[in-house]
């Protein structure tokens, strides 16, 4: 079943790989880091439940409810105890936002595919902080499955999450894993280290939720593509890093440590971005790089350091499995390269497969999934398979002629 879907897989990747980066110079923007409240990060939504929530006591009486609101009070309160709880909090949320056409997703239909959509994983009204959840509907064991969950890259500051269950899809249809698709706060709302405080938020909700849907907490992957693929090098490296823990969601027992890793081309070290050929001006104040961390980044040098997943490498990280193209433009190459290098030498188990003549993403060749299928097996199903570290060549995408 896997094999065969891999060319839906090459065609998910191209839709969302090669616009996660290209946009390299983009409009000013203002500077949203100025005046923002003490405790919050630039840009984020406020938490409504905690502001009116006086007393800390986890539940909303009718006078903590602002005046023009009390008159809803009876409505909130579908349970009739004489408080409002934070699940009938977040049940208003989701139905407001979905009357006003900007809420909820409607699940895809995907064959043999329970899709859950839109889950708050850090107790907030805000849609990037929300995750979906993918469960096959004929288990090949009654035994808690293994998740993939997948990251999606557009520069930290495009994309969302729509497009994660196209990724893992054909792995939940095997009924040997569930899958997750996790969206996070961009850095024009939100500036590093929001990004990875969320994608810990979200593993955490997993695991704490684990037993509910039948999922085996220790078997959690971590997929994403080029700021995804960052964004979960990241998680494989800092697991026993608290801080980048963050606080976020009602989970915090729980750690946010994953098992393995599948890194598409992600940066690695951003101060070096700038020491091998690239489409893009890294160092630029208007860089995806720069704006992730909220200035130039040669200028902020700590903050680059503390935003790259190189930093942090030391031994008993998550084993990770990295493919990068030899001709991306936008992420170098050498990116990924340097990474491997430096997990070799924290003996931390990886492994590295060229992508030759590969750009930023362009991944169509079959034998790509292949392998990726392989490293899943092995790791999250206990199979004996071999995984080979020969470079996979792959066509040269056609030209578009010019009109």
């Not at 997703?105 to 994983?121: F, N, S």
């Not at 107790?123 to 993918?134: C, G, I, M, Y």
């Not at 004929?138 to 035994?143: G, M, N």
């Not at 823990?245 to 946010?256: I, M, N, P, R």
Request: glycine content about 10%; overall charge positive; some cysteine.
């Amino acid at each position: 079943m896997i094999r065969s879907c891999c060319s839906f897989l090459v065609v998910g990747l191209l839709a969302a790989g090669c616009a996660d980066l290209a946009r390299a110079q983009p409009k000013e923007r203002p500077d949203r880091s100025r005046g923002q409240k003490p405790g919050r990060q630039a840009g984020e939504r406020p938490d409504r439940f905690l502001q009116w929530d006086k007393n800390k006591d986890g539940k909303l009486t009718r006078d903590e409810l602002p005046q023009q609101l009390r008159g809803n009070f009876g409505r909130v309160d579908t349970d009739k105890d004489g408080f409002i709880s934070r699940d009938e909090h977040n049940a208003v949320v989701r139905r407001n936002r979905q009357r006003r056409g900007a809420g909820t997703q409607q699940p895809p239909k995907i064959e043999g595919v329970e899709a859950k959509m839109d889950i708050p994983y850090a107790d907030t009204d805000n849609p990037k902080q929300r995750l979906d959840l993918f469960l096959p509907k004929e288990r090949k064991t009654d035994k808690p499955l293994p998740v993939v969950a997948f990251i999606h890259g557009g520069g930290w500051r495009g994309g969302d999450k729509r497009g994660g269950g196209r990724m893992v899809a054909p792995y939940v249809q095997t009924g040997d894993y569930a899958g997750a698709s996790i969206g996070y706060r961009l850095s024009g709302e939100a500036i590093w280290p929001a990004q990875i405080h969320d994608c810990k938020a979200a593993v955490r909700w997993l695991k704490a939720h684990a037993k509910e849907h039948n999922l085996d907490p220790d078997r959690i992957a971590v997929w994403g593509s080029s700021a995804g693929g960052h964004l979960v090098a990241m998680l494989g490296v800092t697991g026993d890093v608290k801080e980048l823990e963050g606080k976020l969601g009602e989970h915090t027992d729980q750690d946010s440590r994953v098992a393995y890793v599948v890194d598409w081309f992600g940066p690695t070290e951003l101060l070096t971005m700038k020491d091998f050929p690239s489409n893009i001006d890294h160092d630029n104040a208007k860089s995806p790089e720069s704006l992730l961390i909220g200035g130039a980044i040669q200028e902020n040098k700590e903050a680059a350091k503390n935003a790259s997943p190189i930093t942090y490498v030391s031994k008993g990280d998550s084993p990770i499995l990295i493919m990068h193209g030899t001709e991306d433009k936008l992420v170098p190459y050498k990116q990924s390269e340097q990474f491997d290098a430096a997990l070799a030498k924290a003996k931390v188990p990886s492994v590295f497969i060229p992508i030759q003549g590969a750009g930023h993403g362009r991944f169509n060749n079959p034998e790509v999934n292949r392998r990726v299928t392989q490293f899943l097996e092995r790791h999250l199903l206990g199979k004996k398979v071999d995984i080979s570290t020969d470079p996979i060549t792959v066509r040269a995408a056609p030209r578009k002629p010019r009109r």
